[in-house]
Structure formats: C-alpha cells, structure tokens
C-alpha cells in the first residue's frame, strides 16, 4: 500500500477547507429562506405559535404555548421568541391601552416591558390599518428602537392574511419576502405553511419577530379572537 506524502495531504486538506470556504461564501450572498410552519413544537390541546425551518430542514425559532385570551387591554399576552434550542431572543408585547394597534419589542425575556422607555426595546411596529395617512397596500410600519415621531424604518407591504407580503426598507429597498409555500413549484400548500426569504445581511430573528406580529395585527376578518 502506497503511503500518502505529509505535504499532498497537507494540500488535500488546504483544498477541502478552501471549498468550504467558497461554498459559504455563496450561501452568504444568497437569501436565507426559511419555512414558517403556523403551529407550535408542542403539540398538546391548546398550545399555539410557530415552529421555523431552514433551508436545511433544521429548527431555526419557535414560539411556544401562547393563546389569544390574553388581554390587550392589561398588556398581557406577550410571545418569546425563542431559537431551536429554545433560547428566548425577543419577547413581543402589545401597548397597553394603545389606540394604533402597536407591539413592542425587547431583547430576551423581558417579562415586565410594560415600561415604553424601557432600555431593552428593540423595536415598536404598528397597524397600518391604523395610520390615516398611511397607503392601503401598506400592513404595518416600524421604528427602530420604539420611538414614535421618527420615520419608519421598515414597512410591510401587501397582504399578510394572502401570505403575500414584501418588507421594506425606508429607501425602499427590499428586505424580504413572505410567499405561500409550494412543493416542488407545483403543490400549493394550505396557508399555515409559508416561506420567509431574508435577503443577506439582515437580521432572520428580527424579521421574523416581525411575522409573529403580523400575524396578531392583522386579523381575519370577522373571526374571533381566539382564531389564527
């Protein structure tokens, strides 16, 4: 048997870690698509959320065991975003007594944000339904950081209950997309299963978190609370 020189395996190696670089590099440039399933990893009677795959078929976020009897008006029902290992990333909830339909954001488990000012804030995002001066096609707008007398800086345009929606920057650049799932580009699923595609160099958590919202402001209508 042949033996291997210490310097072509040292080459063989350079090269396999020079292909993986390059294979990383193309997935960075390429949109991260993820796949929303509209159901909770728990799978017990009464629990409600979302479980998220990547385009690898791994667990990428979850939200678990939420339910629609919270009360808006006592600024309860709040929703943890949490990554496959169940690690909270942000936490949602509704402004108390809040005349726009608004959530807020905060990082981690914040489980007081009841403060507007409170320092964890990550974001506020708003009915668009709500805004007078807003565009029809619009669903909802965003301010980073939660202040309410700036500019947003994103909007969400289209129908949300279509699953047809595009998320936009203020210079209207795109910044994903949300779409009915379809299997092998023919089989058009029911709309609990959706496609979320992140363009590189935003944040999947936060347009996510983004989707979580949606799917509370923007509501069937004449369906009741407690419905998806």
Same mark, same amino acid.
Not at 1 to 7: K, L, T
Not at 88 to 92: D, I, M, P, Y
Not at 185 to 191: A, H, R, S, V
């Given at each position: 048997?042949?033996?291997?020189?210490?310097?072509d395996q040292?080459?063989?190696h350079?090269?396999?870690?020079?292909?993986?670089a390059?294979?990383d590099?193309?997935v960075l440039?390429?949109p991260?698509?993820?796949?929303?399933?509209?159901?909770?990893?728990?799978?017990?009677?009464g629990t +409600?959320?979302f479980t998220v =795959?990547d385009?690898r078929g791994?667990?990428?976020f979850?939200v +678990?065991?939420?339910s629609?009897?919270?009360s808006f008006?006592t600024?309860?029902?709040?929703?943890?975003?949490? +990554?496959?290992?169940?690690n909270?990333?942000?936490?949602?909830k @509704?402004?108390?007594?809040?005349?726009?339909?608004q959530?807020?954001?905060?990082?981690?488990?914040?489980?007081c944000g009841?403060?507007?000012?409170?320092?964890?804030?990550?974001?506020?995002?708003?009915s668009?339904?709500m805004?007078f001066h807003?565009?029809? +096609?619009v669903e909802?707008?965003?301010?980073?950081?939660?202040?309410?007398d700036?500019?947003?800086?994103?909007r969400?345009e289209?129908?949300?209950?279509?699953?047809n929606?595009?998320?936009k920057?203020r210079?209207?650049?795109m910044?994903?997309?949300?779409?009915?799932?379809r299997v092998n580009?023919?089989?058009?699923?029911?709309?609990d299963?959706f496609?979320l595609?992140?363009?590189p160099?935003?944040?999947?958590?936060l347009i996510m978190? =983004?989707?979580?919202?949606?799917d509370r402001?923007?509501?069937k @209508?004449?369906?009741?609370?407690?419905c998806?």
């Open positions: 048997m042949s033996r291997i020189h210490p310097a040292n080459r063989c350079d090269m396999l870690l020079k292909e993986k390059e294979e590099a193309q440039l390429r991260a698509v993820l796949t929303v399933w509209k159901r909770s990893s728990m799978t017990f009677q +409600d959320g =795959f385009h791994r667990l990428a979850r +678990d065991n939420y629609r009897k919270s008006i600024g309860s029902g709040g929703l943890v975003l949490m +990554d496959g290992a169940g909270a990333l942000l936490t949602l @509704p402004q108390v007594l809040s005349m726009q339909y959530w807020n954001a905060y990082r981690g488990e914040d489980k009841r403060n507007p000012n409170s320092k964890s804030k990550v974001f506020s995002m708003r668009g339904s805004l807003s565009s029809k +096609d909802a707008i965003v301010m980073m950081g939660g202040q309410s700036q500019t947003p800086d994103f969400i289209g129908c949300f209950r279509r699953r929606c595009k998320i920057t210079s209207g650049e910044v994903a997309k949300i779409a009915r799932k580009n023919k089989i058009l699923l029911g709309d299963v496609t595609a992140v363009q160099g935003f944040d999947t958590q978190a =983004f989707v979580i919202i949606l402001i923007c509501v @209508p004449f369906a009741p609370v407690l998806s």
